[in-house]
């Protein structure tokens, strides 16, 4: 048998200057997965990859690192003047 379950719903309470920063991160994150089906849309193949594998292949796509200096794909970019990462 089935048991019931109570639902608690609790408002979030915050201080205003924090909004800005969620709604920053929801645009980087958006930004980012966006950036991140780009990369399997233009290589298709690693939709047919482990996920382990799958993760690797775009890491080496994406990130730049002392044995990869160039990626194909750099995921990082100079942000824009007048923007700062968020601390």
């Known amino acids: 048998m089935a ?5 608690i719903r609790q408002p979030l309470s915050y201080p205003s200057a924090h909004g800005a920063w969620f709604v920053a991160t929801k645009s980087l994150f958006n930004q980012t997965a966006a950036f991140f089906f780009g990369c399997i849309q233009e290589h298709p193949g690693l939709l047919a990859l482990s996920a382990k594998d799958a993760i690797t292949a775009l890491e080496r796509l994406t990130h730049t690192t002392g044995a990869n200096p160039h990626p194909v794909m750099p995921l990082c970019e100079p942000l824009p003047k007048g923007r700062e990462r968020l601390q």
Request: glycine share 0%.
């Open 3 to 7: 048991s019931a379950t109570k639902t």
